[in-house]
């Protein structure tokens, strides 16, 4: 009868340290788990773009009109359903095409103004920054043509814009809604955030490399993009 009392404590030690031990294994799996799961899926999550601040545009990988020699880099963030974004595309950029483009003195960059609430709603700006994304993806030589076309002659329909450009339709079906390109979206929408231009629809990066940017927010008078160009010009001795 005396060992009985230590045989039942005993027991009570190895069932506690067998519980604990469980215990730490579900809290480590758990863990473990929600990090890799966050970790796959951070462009999907509506929260994530809190995490991302940018100081410049990414600018790597992005179609541009230009020669790949000019120093001085114009990125512009504009959508296809504003009227100050289509004023920016009928009246500035031809003189900045003529003055700047075309002579091989600026690269310039378009990026799409999209925002998570965008994506998660599936509207308009969703599907045409969809759309450019496919045809980005497809034919890159044709991007600025499809740009140009959607925001200047208001060509939203995905069928027309593939029979004009000849874009393979398994391609495009491949590439739309597709993971790929959702998360392509999201990356853009988080880079949007973190650069704050949520509700600044038009934002212009006048910069060298894509870096040291004057920043001009809103479409300005055509006097303002060409003195943040000179300023730019003179770093680089031009």
């Known amino acids: ?25 579900i809290v480590f799996y758990s863990v473990e788990h929600s990090r890799q799961q966050f970790a796959g899926n951070i462009f999907e999550t509506s929260y994530a773009y809190r995490m991302h601040p940018f100081s410049h545009p990414d600018i790597e990988d992005l179609p541009y ?26 009246e500035i950029y031809p003189l900045l095409k003529k003055d700047y483009f075309d002579s091989g003195t600026i ?24 759309i450019l994304g496919c045809v980005k993806k497809i034919k890159k030589e044709k991007y600025y043509d499809a740009y140009f076309d959607m925001l200047l002659k208001g060509a939203s329909d995905a069928r027309k814009i593939i029979y004009t450009y000849e874009i393979p339709i398994g391609s495009y079906n491949e590439c739309m809604y597709s993971d790929e390109m959702l998360k392509e979206l999201y990356k853009s929408a988080l880079e949007a955030e973190g650069l ?35 300023q730019q010009e003179i770093k680089i001795g031009n």
């Open 65 to 90: 009109y230009g020669d790949i020699k000019a120093g001085v880099t114009f990125v512009a963030f504009t959508d296809t359903h504003s009227d100050a974004s289509r004023h920016f595309a009928e």
């Open 107 to 130: 690269k310039f960059y378009h990026k799409p103004y999209i925002t998570v609430q965008d994506i998660e709603e599936r509207n308009s700006n969703f599907e045409a920054s969809m």
């Open 1 to 25: 009868m005396k060992n009985k009392p230590k045989n039942t404590f005993r027991l009570y030690l190895l069932i506690s340290a067998i519980m604990a031990f469980l215990a730490f294994g």
């Open 196 to 230: 704050g231009i949520a509700g600044i629809n038009q934002r212009f990066y006048i910069g060298i490399a894509g870096k040291g940017n004057i920043i001009l927010d809103g479409v300005q008078q055509y006097g303002e993009f060409q003195q943040a160009i000179r």
